[in-house]
């Protein structure tokens, strides 16, 4: 399956998108990762994006789109993805459109004030990029990640005057995109509170899966 996550800042987008690309067993595509490991690597395109991302703004459609253009076209994207974080304007909709089908959209929405609570406690792990929270989803080694061992950071985009510059930033630029792909009979809204688990099964639901 094709599948697009839409939802503003700490509804919890990544989280689901790595859950559901393991069940269907498709890559999962997230931009922000792709993004954040050019930034450590000090490539070309990290060394752009940097005070973008770092101000918590929209990196330019067209650099985005070329990234997501090459990593659609790796053989294993063929089968089905999981698009995390992309598109989030309506010209990189646009864009997407000519390279590839997509089957559904899963819209995540929450209470503005719960997505504030879930960035702040959203902790990250700078090497296998997995994701955890505070309270909600805790390592079981205080501040370790599970997966790799390494030292859990808190993503600079992520303290509190960044995260409401970042969820005014999707209202204005992304938000748009539900109309967009609700004409094209495409969404599919997801209520995003509760138990990981719990959305997980909503997610499925909402596409039959
Ligand atoms: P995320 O991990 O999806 O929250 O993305 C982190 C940051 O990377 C965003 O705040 C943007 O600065 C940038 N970014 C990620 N995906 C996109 C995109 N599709 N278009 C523009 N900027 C993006």
Known sequence: MRIIMLGPPGAGKGTQAVRLAQRLGVPHVSTGDILRRNVADRTKLGELAQSYMKAGKLVPDDLVIEMTAARLRERDAQKGFILDGFPRTIPQATA?????????????????????????????????????????????????????????????????????????????????????????????????SGLIEEIHQRILEALGA
């Open 96 to 192: 997407l459109e000519g390279l590839t089908r997509i089957d559904a959209v899963v819209s995540l929405f929450l209470d503005p004030e719960d997505l504030v609570k879930r960035s702040t406690g959203r902790r990250i792990c700078p090497n296998c990029a997995a994701v955890y929270h505070v309270h909600t989803n805790p390592p079981k080694k205080e501040g370790r990640c599970d997966k790799c061992g390494s030292g859990l950071v808190q993503r600079p985009d992520d303290k509190e005057d960044v995260i409401r510059g970042r969820i005014r930033t999707y209202e204005e630029q992304t938000s748009p995109l539900i109309g967009y792909y609700k004409e094209k009979g495409l969404l599919r809204d997801v209520y995003a």
